[in-house]
């Protein structure tokens, strides 16, 4: 074929693909488990799920060496270090990584390509991570798969069904290749904020596993600038301080970025301390001339509260959990948000009126629908717990509207599991008595006055630890949930498993509330008649 020819250039660059993809070439897996697991602690602290799921992808590649690489999806909230545990596993494994990042991605032919009769062809992002890494076993990470998009150029992520599924994958064709490639010795990670946005059946095809912020902070920032722990020492309560009161996330990176500041900061004193030694001695004949020069710090520098506000400043966060707690009326609930757990006030007023009830802070319609099943029983228990309105008749919407606010009113808010919360404020506001100051609660009610379980325990329970809060109301069934904790926070916080609200409001007060039965309801057990 001439080279003048224009077909010529497309044949050449197909043909020079053709030659440099993988087709056989491998890498030899590290199967060692102990040296394996080594690694994995070295890079990640905890992570036990995780890290015995790649152990046990090694044991079963011990035993039977065709095995097709499995294909995770790790979610968690930005920050935890999904990436750096992707890129820990192929270190771990002995492949080659590679990263494809489809935040944003809207066209299909990223994943499968263009046919080679359009004018700029290519291949797509899979075939091309293939020659770029010249492996046929590489560990692929697709970042950002929940944030994929869609347009007249077709869906990528129903492109990704096929890449994704073991029984498929083994003969995947790329529009511009032509040429089934075998994907079944890929190792996919995919990673994800939140499950929410992925397609059915894309998750349908991933193993998910669940990724908490834990990963070697202090040692990391010590290494990047240049400095050792002999020469700064931050202790234990100055990290809690930073955690508490200078960063509030799920994930870890601001709190890198604050303990990286105080490493410049100390930087700054080690490397000027540096400077006066030199200066002392090239000038040791003339001790006057080093009249106005600091002394070299001690070492090693230690970072304590003033400290820490010299560095960083005054405090972003106060924890007000008691403050906010001193007139009847007010409640501390417990919620999830993609960034974690949060604890949140509920509080409610009444004044002269018809009855109407008002609710504020942004709340969706999930959350308004607790509120009146709340004002309902409330209403239809009223005698039994010696509720009155303001002018102590026996019900107590009647001559009064109530006011109910969710503080921090620019944030949107949905979901049941402020029912038990919005009960004990309101019981509050009609009995007059004050809620424990160290008592947050979560969880659905019914109509019946039962109390339902609800999700995100976990990240709610330390939101709780975080605050200060001493024990925490939650719904009998989620009681499973707690063996997720820590055992250093099962062991700090006092847990009150719920069955109804007569339960949650005997523990919100002190002392009990009136008319609340202290024993739970037990159903008679049937015998079958068979």
Known sequence: MPQSMPEFALTRNYLDLMVELPWSKSTKDCLDIRAARTLLDNDHYALDKLKRRVLEYLAVRQLKTSLKGPILCFVGPPGVGKTSVGRSIARTL???FHRIALGGVCDQ???RGHRRTYVGSMPGRIINGLKTVGVNNPVFLLDEVDKLGKSLQGDPAAALLEVLDPEQNHSFTDHYLNVAFDLSQVLFIATANTTATIPPALLDRMEVLQIPAHRHLIPNQLEQHGLTPQQLHIPQDTTQNIISRYTREAGVRSLERKIGAICRAVAVKVAEGHRVTKTEAATAESPTQLGDKAAPPEMPIVIDHIALKDILGPPLFEMEVSERLTLPGV???LAWTPLGGEIMFVEASRMEGDGQLTLTG???DVTKESAHLAISWLRTNAKTYQLTNMVGGPDPLEGTDIHLHFPAGAVTKDGPSAGVTIVTCLASLFSGRLVRSDVAMTG?????????????IKDKVLAAHRAGVKSVILPKRNEKDLEELPANVRADLD??????LDEVLNTAFDGGFPGASASTHTHPQLTSKL
């Open 331 to 333: 409640a501390l609930g």
């Open 495 to 500: 847990f009150i498993t719920a069955v109804n």
């Open 444 to 456: 659905e009610i019914t109509l019946r006055g039962l109390v339902l379980p609800v999700g995100g």
């Open 109 to 111: 032919s990223d994943i």
């Open 362 to 364: 942004q709340l969706g």
């Open 94 to 96: 002995g492949r080659e």
